[in-house]
């Protein structure tokens, strides 16, 4: 199984990224849940948003609520993260990740199996 991150970018404070996530060796529909996770320059991996694949619920950081969107394309098997109104402080390493269980999906613990990651580079 892999899952390939990608869209990341060097961007100016205001706009707008779109970042994606692929699986290969596995359909994304035998997940019961995928996440993104970022990692800022010296800090831990905290949770952005899941989604539920067969229902489609959507989680999302309280502190990313009304700026970024989690989304997916079961026939592209492909996961989305829109950001908008991007600040510095986004900037990160984004992981995409997927669970078996959809048990703890806003902790890392809750994942087994992770992409490589996505450098988000924000510039004020």
């Known amino acids: 199984v892999q899952l390939q991150a990608s869209g990341g970018g060097l961007v100016q404070a205001g706009d707008s990224l779109r970042l994606s996530c692929a699986a290969s060796g596995r359909t994304f529909n035998t997940y019961a849940a995928l996440g993104w996770f970022r990692q800022a320059p010296g800090l831990g991996r905290e949770f952005a948003a899941a989604?539920?694949?067969?229902?489609?619920?959507?989680y999302l950081a309280n502190s990313l609520k009304g700026r970024f969107t989690i989304s997916r394309d079961n026939a592209k098997n492909t996961m989305y993260l829109q950001m908008n109104s991007l600040k510095p402080e986004d900037t990160a390493v984004y992981y995409c990740?997927?669970?078996?269980?959809?048990?703890?999906?806003?902790?890392?613990?809750?994942?087994?199996?992770w992409g490589q990651g996505t450098l988000v580079t924000v510039s004020s």
């Open positions: 989604i539920g694949w067969s229902s489609g619920s959507t």
């Open positions: 990740a997927a669970s078996n269980s959809g048990l703890y999906y806003y902790t890392s613990r809750g994942y087994d199996y």
